[in-house]
C-alpha cells in the first residue's frame, strides 16, 4: 500500500524523505534516479528499425515484384533445364535484377523512415518538460523526467506540475486537477495534516502529475514519480502521439491512388496484348513471360508511390532546419502550414520586442532622471539633463523598493556570456536599475530580510513585501499601478520628509505617469509605509496610509530583427499583429517603430473587445493591426475573425490562458523560454529564442518545403508516364503488324532501373534543394490550391518530348540505320529474306533473326540512354518554377546532394552499357562515342528546349 504523504506533517514527510530545505545534491539525485529510475510513464513498445524493414515489403508493387522475382526465378530453372539458357546468369538475369531493385527499393524506403524517425525522436527530447528544482541549496532547471522523490520543486502560475509532491511552501498557490478529478474549479493548496483516508479530490495539501498551476506560487517535495504517482495508477500507459496525417499527404495519396487505377487499367490492356501476340505465334512461353514483367515494371515506374514517402522525408529534414532557426516543430503537419500562413498574431514583449524590460526613467521629487544601459547587464549611469547625477537618499530608496518588493532573480551566467533572470522581467528591470546605483539584491536581502508578503494579482495591481530593517524597524514596500498607489497614499517623500499628498501633488505624479506613458514606457509607482514591530496587520490595513516615494519607467525596446523581419512578412503579403496587454499608447509606439502599424489602421482594447461582437468584428478584423489592454482571452476571438474571412493564422502564445487560441490556430506558436507548459502542449511550433524573427524564419522554411514537395511532385508527373506511351504504341502495332516489326523498345529490367536512377537519389535530393530567390517575395498560396497547379504545360511538354526521343532514337538504329554499329560485314536484317542461314560460332542460324537481334540490342540501348538521361536532364528544370537551370546561375551549384546524385546516377547509367556482366543482365551493347553524342543531343531537348516552351524565359542568360 502506498504511503500516506498527506497525512503526514510537513517536517516528518520532509525527514520520511532523507531532504532538507536546500534540496537533495546532485550525487544523492543520481543515486535516487538510479533507484526510482526516470520520471515517466511506461510508453507502448515502438517499431523496431527489422519491423520498418519489413513493412517495406507490404507495398503492394514491392509485392509485385516479388511475385516477378519468383515467377522469373521458376522460368530460369526451366530453361536451364531444357536447355534454352546457355548459362546460369543468363536464364537469371531477370531474377538478379529485379530482387536487387526489390532489395534497393526497400532498403531506400526503410532508411528514409529511420531517418524520420530518429528526427523525431530528437525533436520530442528538444521538446521534453522541464521543472524547477533545489538541488545543492540553489533552483536549477532540469528535464521533467530527471526528477527523483526528494526532490523540491519550484512553481509558479502557469508550471505544468512534474510529479506528485506534498506542499511544504504556499503562496496564494492554486492548482487545477480536472485530469484526475474532472473538476475544473482551482483547489486552493495549503500545509494542512489531513486524515489517511482523504480522497485525491480532497488533498489540498498534495500536487498532481499533469495539473497544472493556476495561480500563486510554492514549493513541494516529491512524493512519488512516474507510474508510482496517482496519474500513473490510473494511465496504463502514455500513447506517443502519433504524427498526424498532413492535408498534402491525404492530397498527394488520392492523387496517387486516382494514377494507380488509370495506370492499372493500361497496364492491363498493354499485357492482354503482349499476351495475345504470345498466343498468336504459338504461345511462347518466354513471350508471355516478358509481357507480364513489362506490365509490372510499367506499373512500378508509372505510379508515383514514392511521392506520399517523400513529403514525410521532406517534412522531416525540413523540422531539422526549422531547429536550426531556433523552432522546434512538435507536429510535422504545422510544418507544411506553416508555408500558407497569412497573418501572424504575435505578442508583443518578447517577441516582437527584446523582453528585457529595461527601466529608462525615474521621477523622484518632481524631477525626471533618465538609467541609460540595455537589457539585464547591470552597466549604466544616472543622468538629470543629461549629466551623469549622484543617486541621492529619495532615489536610492525608489530604487531599493523595487528591488526587495521583488520575486525576480538576476543572475551571470555559468559562461559568463549573459546575464539571465529568474521571473517577471519587469521585476528584472527593477533589479538590474537598483544594480546600476550599486544596490545588489543580494545584499539587500541580508540586510533587510522578508518577513511577509502580500502578492501581486491582476486585480489588486499591486504587490506588498514586509521587511526588517537594519535599524530594527518594521518597513511595507509596495510597487504597483501609479493610480491604484496613489488612491492608497496619504504623504509624498520630498527631499527625505514625508510631506502630506495634497490634490495638487497628486495631480503632478499623474501628469508625469502620462508623460512617461505617452513615451512608450510601463511605470511602476513605488511607495512605502513604516508599520510597529509588534503589532499583526491585515493585508488591508498594511497597504493604507503609504509614503509616495516616486515612479520608475521602463520600456521593452523592439528587437531590430522584427523590424527587418516584418519588411519580409509585408514583401511576402502576411499581415502582422501585434496584440498586448499593454497600454494603447505604448502598443502603439511600439507598432510604429517596428513598422506594422500606418496610418489608416486602427486600434483595439479589451473593453472595444467586450463590446464588439463576433459578427462585427469579422467585418473589422482585417483593419486591425493593434490590440493593447487585451486579455488572453480575448484571443480566441480574434484567431476566430480571422479564421471566418478565409486566413491561415499563426497565434503565439506562453501564458496558460493562451492555449485555447494557440490550439485553435492553423499555426500554434508557443514562447520555449517564457512559454508555460500547457502552452507549449497546445501548440505547433516552439520558438526556443521567443523571437518574433524567427517565426517569419519558419514561415519561409515552409514555404521551402513546400515548394520542394512541388518539385518532386512535378519531376515525377513528368516522368513516369512516357514509357507507358512508349510501350503501349509499339505493344498495340505489334499486335497489328507482328513483334518482329514493333518490339518492345524498352525491356522490364531497363525500365525498373530508371524508375530507381532517376526517381531515387536524384529526384529525393529536391527536397533538400535551397530556397528560390523569390520564395518570401510572392504572396502565400491560397490553401485549395492543388499540388500540381501551374504545371499542366510543364508536364505534358516534358511527356511528349521524353516520349517522342525514345521513339525517335530506337526506330532510327531499328529501321533506319540497322547494323551501322557493327563491322563492315553487317548487313540491315530488312532486305534479308527469312529463310537464309549462316554459319555463327559453329552453327548455323537464321541471318535475319540474327542481324534483328543485334540491331534490335543497338536500337533498345539507345532507347534506355535516351530515356534514362532526359528524366536525369529534366529534373534539374524542375528545381525552380520560373527560373530555367540557365537561369539559376551559381544557384543551380548549391545543392551538393543533387549534384553528386546527378553525376553518380549519369556515370552508372552509362557504365552499365559497357560492362560485360550488366550488358549480359539489361541486354546492352556499347556505345560509340558518336552514338553517345547524338543519344544525348536528343535527351538535352529536356534541359534546353522544354524550359524555353514552358517557363516563357530566355535560357541563356546566365545570372
Same mark, same amino acid.
Given at each position: 500500500?502506498?504511503?500516506?504523504?498527506?497525512?503526514?506533517?510537513?517536517?516528518?514527510?520532509?525527514?520520511?524523505?532523507?531532504?532538507?530545505?536546500?534540496?537533495?545534491?546532485?550525487?544523492?539525485?543520481?543515486?535516487?534516479?538510479?533507484?526510482?529510475?526516470?520520471?515517466?510513464?511506461?510508453?507502448?513498445?515502438?517499431?523496431?528499425?527489422?519491423?520498418?524493414?519489413?513493412?517495406?515489403?507490404?507495398?503492394?508493387?514491392?509485392?509485385?515484384?516479388?511475385?516477378?522475382?519468383?515467377?522469373?526465378?521458376?522460368?530460369? &530453372?526451366?530453361?536451364?533445364?531444357?536447355?534454352?539458357?546457355?548459362?546460369?546468369?543468363?536464364?537469371?538475369?531477370?531474377?538478379?535484377?529485379?530482387?536487387?531493385?526489390?532489395?534497393?527499393?526497400?532498403?531506400?524506403?526503410?532508411?528514409?523512415?529511420?531517418?524520420?524517425?530518429?528526427?523525431?525522436?530528437?525533436?520530442?527530447?528538444?521538446?521534453?518538460?522541464?521543472?524547477?528544482?533545489?538541488?545543492?541549496?540553489?533552483?536549477?532547471?532540469?528535464?521533467?523526467?530527471?526528477?527523483?522523490?526528494?526532490?523540491?520543486? @519550484?512553481?509558479?502560475?502557469?508550471?505544468?506540475?512534474?510529479?506528485?509532491?506534498? @506542499?511544504?511552501?504556499?503562496?496564494?498557490?492554486?492548482?487545477?486537477?480536472?485530469?484526475?478529478?474532472?473538476?475544473?474549479?482551482? @483547489?486552493?493548496?495549503?500545509?494542512?495534516?489531513?486524515? !489517511?483516508?482523504?480522497?485525491?479530490?480532497?488533498?489540498?495539501?498534495?500536487?498532481?502529475?499533469?495539473?497544472?498551476?493556476?495561480?500563486?506560487?510554492?514549493?513541494?517535495?516529491?512524493?512519488?514519480?512516474?507510474?508510482?504517482?496517482?496519474?500513473?495508477?490510473?494511465?496504463?500507459?502514455?500513447?506517443?502521439?502519433?504524427?498526424?496525417?498532413?492535408?498534402?499527404?491525404?492530397?498527394?495519396?488520392?492523387? %496517387?491512388?486516382?494514377?494507380?487505377?488509370?495506370?492499372?487499367?493500361?497496364?492491363?490492356?498493354?499485357?492482354?496484348? !503482349?499476351?495475345?501476340?504470345?498466343?498468336?505465334?504459338?504461345?511462347?512461353?518466354?513471350?508471355?513471360?516478358?509481357?507480364?514483367?513489362?506490365?509490372?515494371?510499367?506499373?512500378?515506374?508509372? @505510379?508515383?508511390?514514392?511521392?506520399?514517402?517523400?513529403?514525410?522525408? %521532406?517534412?522531416?529534414?525540413?523540422?531539422?532546419?526549422?531547429?536550426?532557426?531556433?523552432?522546434?516543430?512538435?507536429?510535422?503537419?504545422?510544418?507544411?502550414?506553416?508555408?500558407?500562413?497569412?497573418?501572424?498574431?504575435?505578442?508583443?514583449?518578447?517577441?516582437?520586442?527584446?523582453?528585457?524590460?529595461?527601466?529608462?526613467?525615474?521621477?523622484?521629487?518632481?524631477?525626471?532622471?533618465?538609467?541609460?544601459?540595455?537589457? &539585464?547587464?547591470?552597466?549604466?549611469?544616472?543622468?538629470?539633463?543629461?549629466?551623469?547625477?549622484?543617486?541621492?537618499?529619495?532615489?536610492?530608496?525608489?530604487?531599493?523598493?523595487?528591488?526587495?518588493?521583488?520575486?525576480?532573480?538576476?543572475?551571470?551566467?555559468?559562461?559568463?556570456?549573459?546575464?539571465?533572470?529568474?521571473?517577471?522581467?519587469?521585476?528584472?528591470?527593477?533589479?538590474?536599475?537598483?544594480?546600476?546605483?550599486?544596490?545588489?539584491?543580494?545584499?539587500? !536581502?541580508?540586510?533587510?530580510?522578508?518577513?511577509?508578503?502580500?502578492?501581486?494579482?491582476?486585480?489588486?495591481?499591486?504587490?506588498?513585501?514586509?521587511?526588517?530593517?537594519?535599524?530594527?524597524?518594521?518597513?511595507?514596500?509596495?510597487?504597483?499601478?501609479?493610480?491604484?498607489?496613489?488612491?492608497?497614499?496619504?504623504?509624498?517623500?520630498?527631499?527625505?520628509?514625508?510631506?502630506?499628498?495634497?490634490?495638487?501633488?497628486?495631480?503632478?505624479?499623474?501628469?508625469?505617469?502620462?508623460?512617461?506613458?505617452?513615451?512608450?514606457?510601463?511605470?511602476?509607482?513605488?511607495?512605502?509605509?513604516?508599520?510597529?514591530?509588534?503589532?499583526?496587520?491585515?493585508?488591508?490595513?498594511?497597504?493604507?496610509?503609504?509614503?509616495?516615494?516616486?515612479?520608475?519607467?521602463?520600456?521593452?525596446?523592439?528587437?531590430?530583427?522584427?523590424?527587418?523581419?516584418?519588411?519580409?512578412?509585408?514583401?511576402?503579403?502576411?499581415?502582422?499583429?501585434?496584440?498586448?496587454?499593454?497600454?494603447?499608447?505604448?502598443?502603439?509606439?511600439?507598432?510604429?517603430?517596428?513598422?506594422?502599424f500606418k496610418d489608416g489602421d486602427l486600434v483595439l482594447t479589451g473593453a472595444d473587445l467586450e463590446k464588439v461582437s463576433d459578427e462585427e468584428l469579422e467585418q473589422i478584423v482585417e483593419k486591425v493591426r493593434v490590440y493593447a489592454r487585451v486579455s488572453p482571452e480575448?484571443?480566441?476571438?480574434?484567431?476566430?475573425?480571422?479564421?471566418?474571412?478565409?486566413?491561415?493564422?499563426?497565434?503565439?502564445?506562453?501564458?496558460?490562458?493562451?492555449?485555447?487560441?494557440?490550439?485553435?490556430?492553423?499555426?500554434?506558436?508557443?514562447?520555449?523560454?517564457?512559454?508555460?507548459?500547457?502552452?507549449?502542449?497546445?501548440?505547433?511550433?516552439?520558438?526556443?529564442?521567443?523571437?518574433?524573427?524567427?517565426?517569419?524564419?519558419?514561415?519561409?522554411?515552409?514555404?521551402?518545403?513546400?515548394?520542394?514537395?512541388?518539385?518532386?511532385?512535378?519531376?515525377?508527373?513528368?516522368?513516369?508516364?512516357?514509357?507507358?506511351?512508349?510501350?503501349?504504341?509499339?505493344?498495340?502495332?505489334?499486335?497489328?503488324?507482328?513483334?518482329?516489326?514493333?518490339?518492345?523498345?524498352?525491356?522490364?529490367?531497363?525500365?525498373?532501373?530508371?524508375?530507381?536512377?532517376?526517381?531515387?537519389?536524384?529526384?529525393?535530393?529536391?527536397?533538400?534543394?535551397?530556397?528560390?530567390?523569390?520564395?518570401?517575395?510572392?504572396?502565400?498560396?491560397?490553401?485549395?490550391?492543388?499540388?500540381?497547379?501551374?504545371?499542366?504545360?510543364?508536364?505534358?511538354?516534358?511527356f511528349l518530348l521524353q516520349a517522342i526521343g525514345t521513339i525517335l532514337v530506337f526506330s532510327l538504329e531499328y529501321y533506319v540505320f540497322p547494323g551501322t554499329w557493327m563491322s563492315d560485314a553487317a548487313r540491315n536484317w530488312q532486305t534479308i529474306p527469312a529463310t537464309?542461314?549462316?554459319?555463327?560460332?559453329?552453327?548455323?542460324?537464321?541471318?535475319?533473326?540474327?542481324?534483328?537481334?543485334?540491331?534490335?540490342?543497338?536500337?533498345?540501348?539507345?532507347?534506355?540512354?535516351?530515356?534514362?538521361?532526359?528524366?536525369?536532364?529534366?529534373?534539374?528544370?524542375?528545381?525552380?518554377?520560373?527560373?530555367?537551370?540557365?537561369?539559376?546561375?551559381?544557384? %543551380?551549384?548549391?545543392?551538393?546532394?543533387?549534384?553528386?546524385? !546527378?553525376?553518380?546516377?549519369?556515370?552508372?547509367?552509362?557504365?552499365?552499357?559497357?560492362?560485360?556482366?550488366?550488358?549480359?543482365?539489361?541486354?546492352?551493347?556499347?556505345?560509340?562515342?558518336?552514338?553517345?553524342?547524338?543519344?544525348?543531343?536528343?535527351?538535352?531537348?529536356?534541359?534546353?528546349?522544354?524550359?524555353?516552351?514552358?517557363?516563357?524565359?530566355?535560357?541563356?542568360?546566365?545570372?
Open positions: 500500500m502506498a504511503k500516506a504523504w498527506h497525512a503526514g506533517k510537513t517536517d516528518e514527510v520532509m525527514k520520511e524523505l532523507n531532504v532538507t530545505s536546500k534540496g537533495l545534491t546532485t550525487q544523492e539525485a543520481q543515486e535516487r534516479l538510479k533507484k526510482y529510475g526516470y520520471n515517466e510513464l511506461v510508453e507502448k513498445k515502438r517499431r523496431t528499425a527489422l519491423h520498418m524493414f519489413l513493412d517495406e515489403f507490404k507495398d503492394i508493387f514491392i509485392l509485385l515484384l516479388i511475385a516477378a522475382v519468383i515467377f522469373s526465378a521458376i522460368i530460369g &530453372y526451366y530453361e536451364l533445364s531444357i536447355g534454352a539458357a546457355d548459362q546460369v546468369l543468363e536464364a537469371y538475369a531477370d531474377v538478379i535484377i529485379i530482387g536487387a531493385i526489390v532489395i534497393m527499393v526497400a532498403i531506400t524506403g526503410f532508411v528514409q523512415e529511420y531517418r524520420a524517425s530518429k528526427a523525431l525522436e530528437a525533436m520530442k527530447k528538444l521538446t521534453a518538460p522541464k521543472a524547477r528544482v533545489i538541488r545543492d541549496g540553489i533552483e536549477v532547471i532540469i528535464p521533467a523526467r530527471e526528477i527523483v522523490p526528494g526532490d523540491i520543486l @519550484v512553481l509558479e502560475s502557469g508550471d505544468h506540475v512534474p510529479a506528485d509532491a506534498r @506542499v511544504i511552501e504556499t503562496i496564494e498557490l492554486k492548482t487545477v486537477e480536472s485530469v484526475l478529478t474532472g473538476e475544473s474549479t482551482p @483547489v486552493n493548496k495549503d500545509l494542512s495534516v489531513l486524515s !489517511e483516508e482523504a480522497p485525491i479530490s480532497e488533498r489540498s495539501n498534495m500536487l498532481f502529475t499533469a495539473t497544472h498551476v493556476v495561480y500563486g506560487r510554492g514549493k513541494a517535495v516529491v512524493t512519488a514519480t512516474g507510474m508510482n504517482t496517482e496519474f500513473g495508477k490510473i494511465a496504463e500507459m502514455v500513447q506517443t502521439t502519433e504524427e498526424e496525417t498532413t492535408p498534402l499527404q491525404r492530397k498527394l495519396n488520392k492523387f %496517387a491512388s486516382k494514377i494507380a487505377k488509370v495506370v492499372v487499367a493500361v497496364v492491363v490492356i498493354i499485357f492482354a496484348l !503482349e499476351a495475345f501476340e504470345a498466343v498468336t505465334q504459338g504461345f511462347q512461353i518466354q513471350a508471355f513471360i516478358d509481357a507480364f514483367l513489362s506490365a509490372i515494371a510499367l506499373a512500378i515506374s508509372a @505510379v508515383p508511390e514514392g511521392l506520399p514517402a517523400i513529403v514525410t522525408v %521532406a517534412l522531416a529534414l525540413g523540422a531539422r532546419e526549422f531547429a536550426k532557426r531556433n523552432a522546434i516543430v512538435r507536429r510535422l503537419s504545422s510544418a507544411e502550414s506553416l508555408g500558407a500562413v497569412t497573418v501572424i498574431c504575435s505578442d508583443k514583449t518578447g517577441t516582437i520586442t527584446k523582453g528585457e524590460m529595461t527601466v529608462r526613467q525615474l521621477y523622484v521629487n518632481d524631477k525626471f532622471s533618465e538609467a541609460t544601459g540595455v537589457g &539585464y547587464e547591470p552597466k549604466g549611469e544616472f543622468k538629470c539633463n543629461n549629466q551623469i547625477m549622484d543617486v541621492d537618499k529619495d532615489t536610492e530608496l525608489l530604487l531599493r523598493i523595487g528591488t526587495l518588493c521583488n520575486n525576480a532573480q538576476l543572475r551571470n551566467r555559468e559562461d559568463k556570456c549573459a546575464w539571465e533572470i529568474f521571473g517577471d522581467p519587469t521585476e528584472a528591470a527593477l533589479i538590474v536599475a537598483a544594480a546600476k546605483a550599486g544596490l545588489l539584491k543580494t545584499k539587500l !536581502e541580508e540586510d533587510f530580510p522578508r518577513v511577509r508578503e502580500i502578492p501581486f494579482t491582476s486585480e489588486r495591481k499591486r504587490m506588498t513585501t514586509v521587511h526588517k530593517t537594519p535599524q530594527g524597524e518594521v518597513h511595507a514596500y509596495v510597487k504597483g499601478a501609479p493610480e491604484i498607489i496613489l488612491e492608497r497614499c496619504t504623504h509624498i517623500l520630498e527631499n527625505g520628509k514625508e510631506e502630506k499628498l495634497t490634490p495638487a501633488k497628486k495631480k503632478k505624479v499623474l501628469q508625469a505617469n502620462e508623460q512617461l506613458a505617452s513615451n512608450a514606457l510601463r511605470v511602476l509607482a513605488m511607495a512605502y509605509k513604516r508599520l510597529p514591530s509588534d503589532v499583526e496587520y491585515a493585508d488591508e490595513a498594511i497597504e493604507e496610509g503609504l509614503v509616495f516615494v516616486g515612479l520608475e519607467g521602463m520600456i521593452d525596446p523592439p528587437r531590430e530583427e522584427a523590424i527587418e523581419a516584418n519588411k519580409i512578412c509585408e514583401k511576402a503579403g502576411i499581415k502582422t499583429v501585434m496584440i498586448t496587454g499593454d497600454h494603447k499608447l505604448t502598443a502603439v509606439a511600439v507598432a510604429k517603430e517596428v513598422g506594422l480575448y484571443k480566441l476571438k480574434i484567431v476566430n475573425a480571422w479564421k471566418k474571412k478565409g486566413h491561415i493564422v499563426a497565434m503565439t502564445g506562453d501564458g496558460v490562458n493562451d492555449a485555447p487560441a494557440v490550439k485553435a490556430a492553423d499555426v500554434g506558436v508557443a514562447m520555449g523560454i517564457t512559454g508555460t507548459d500547457v502552452t507549449k502542449e497546445s501548440s505547433d511550433l516552439v520558438l526556443t529564442d521567443d523571437n518574433f524573427a524567427t517565426i517569419v524564419k519558419a514561415v519561409e522554411e515552409g514555404r521551402v518545403i513546400y515548394d520542394n514537395i512541388r518539385k518532386y511532385a512535378r519531376f515525377l508527373i513528368a516522368c513516369n508516364f512516357d514509357e507507358l506511351l512508349v510501350i503501349g504504341s509499339f505493344a498495340l502495332l505489334g499486335g497489328v503488324f507482328g513483334p518482329e516489326y514493333f518490339p518492345l523498345p524498352l525491356l522490364p529490367a531497363m525500365i525498373l532501373w530508371i524508375n530507381l536512377v532517376t526517381d531515387g537519389a536524384p529526384a529525393v535530393a529536391l527536397a533538400t534543394d535551397p530556397p528560390d530567390v523569390d520564395v518570401m517575395d510572392r504572396p502565400p498560396r491560397k490553401p485549395n490550391e492543388g499540388i500540381l497547379h501551374g504545371m499542366g504545360r510543364f508536364i505534358i511538354m516534358s537464309e542461314t549462316m554459319i555463327v560460332n559453329g552453327a548455323t542460324v537464321f541471318a535475319r533473326e540474327y542481324f534483328r537481334e543485334i540491331a534490335y540490342t543497338e536500337a533498345i540501348t539507345v532507347a534506355f540512354i535516351q530515356a534514362a538521361m532526359f528524366e536525369l536532364f529534366v529534373v534539374w528544370n524542375c528545381r525552380s518554377e520560373k527560373r530555367s537551370v540557365w537561369r539559376m546561375g551559381k544557384d %543551380a551549384l548549391k545543392n551538393k546532394f543533387f549534384v553528386i546524385a !546527378e553525376i553518380v546516377a549519369i556515370a552508372a547509367t552509362l557504365g552499365i552499357t559497357y560492362i560485360p556482366i550488366t550488358q549480359q543482365l539489361f541486354h546492352l551493347s556499347a556505345l560509340t562515342p558518336i552514338d553517345l553524342a547524338y543519344v544525348l543531343g536528343v535527351a538535352a531537348l529536356g534541359l534546353v528546349v522544354l524550359p524555353e516552351f514552358t517557363m516563357n524565359r530566355k535560357i541563356w542568360k546566365w545570372e
